[in-house]
């Protein structure tokens, strides 16, 4: 009797938690769309912010839009260049156990934790030594600072799942190390691998403390990488910010495209995952 009320319990427990998880994110996606909705027009999506835009003229978006778009994906190439050589590494039957990646794996899960403002902080002090002003660059090399241990960690997560015995087949068939890791190990681990990818660049387009400092803002689009950029979390601060309810309005606008991408690249994620998914060996 007692196991099946403990059953129950934690039955109960599951769905409650369910339902929290579940509930909360409903409840974001609707605050933001009664809010966002009634602002959202092809204007504010395809112009950038025109005189007065803060105080309630024309504009739009267009932006930041744009900027957050190129700070993602330059700072996910970016950290993917660096992360998987380094998650490969660290799985590798010489590296992966000595006392050298036993810290590496302890920084990386201190920076995993470390709040995106003290990125941001150190980006701007090292660019203020370099004599660098805030811009694109700045945004993105701070960005892919911040999803590298996001991408690293998962990484080596995924790729240690892979079965030894796929690399010593592969071995006893002649390949090398190198054919091995990418077309046994990589394959074998590549839904794993583009989910990391995919999270980390989701925290990437939607973080705002990092690029404060680093990637300024703007109501320009970029003509070069060492010019400023403006991002949807910033733009939504900023209209938040403002005494005027119309461009308080455009804020919960701004934040729904950005709930939108968000979303977006979620679906993305598990669509990608599962077709990959077919390339594993059980």
């Known amino acids: 009797m007692d196991k099946l009320l403990e059953e129950k319990l934690f039955k109960f ?42 105080l309630g003229k024309e504009g739009g978006i267009l ?44 920084s990386m899960d201190v920076l ?40 690293i960690r998962s990484m080596e997560e995924v790729i240690k799942m892979v079965p030894v015995e796929l690399k010593e087949a592969s071995y006893s068939l002649g390949a090398t190390r190198l054919e091995t890791t990418f077309g046994v190990v990589v394959k074998q681990a590549l839904p794993g691998i583009v989910t990391a990818v995919l999270l980390a660049f989701g925290r990437g387009i939607g973080d705002a403390a990092s690029i404060l400092f680093t990637a300024g803002y703007t109501d320009s689009l970029p003509n070069s990488i060492f010019d400023p950029v403006a991002s949807l979390p910033l733009a939504v601060f900023f209209q938040l910010g403002t005494p005027f309810p119309e461009v308080q309005s455009r804020a919960y606008a701004s934040a729904l495209i950005l709930l939108i991408i968000v979303l977006a690249l979620s679906i993305t994620s598990r669509y990608l995952s599962k077709k990959y998914m077919k390339n594993i060996i059980r």
């Open 13 to 54: 427990l599951m769905i409650a938690s369910l339902s929290i998880v579940v509930g909360s994110l409903l409840i974001v996606i609707a605050v933001v769309l009664w809010n966002g909705a009634p602002s959202l027009s092809i204007e504010m999506i395809t112009q950038t912010p025109k005189g007065g835009y803060y």
């Open 63 to 106: 932006n930041a839009i744009v900027g957050s778009l190129y700070l993602a994906f330059g700072s996910m190439i970016l950290a993917i260049a660096i992360s998987l050589p380094a998650a490969l590494s660290l799985q590798n039957d010489y590296i992966g156990k000595t006392k050298s990646a036993y810290y590496i794996r302890l």
């Open 112 to 151: 995993w934790g470390t709040p995106s403002i003290v990125y941001g902080a150190f980006g701007f002090i090292v660019m203020l030594y370099l004599g660098m002003r805030a811009s694109l660059l700045g945004g993105i090399i701070v960005l892919a600072l911040l999803q590298l241990p996001i991408m």
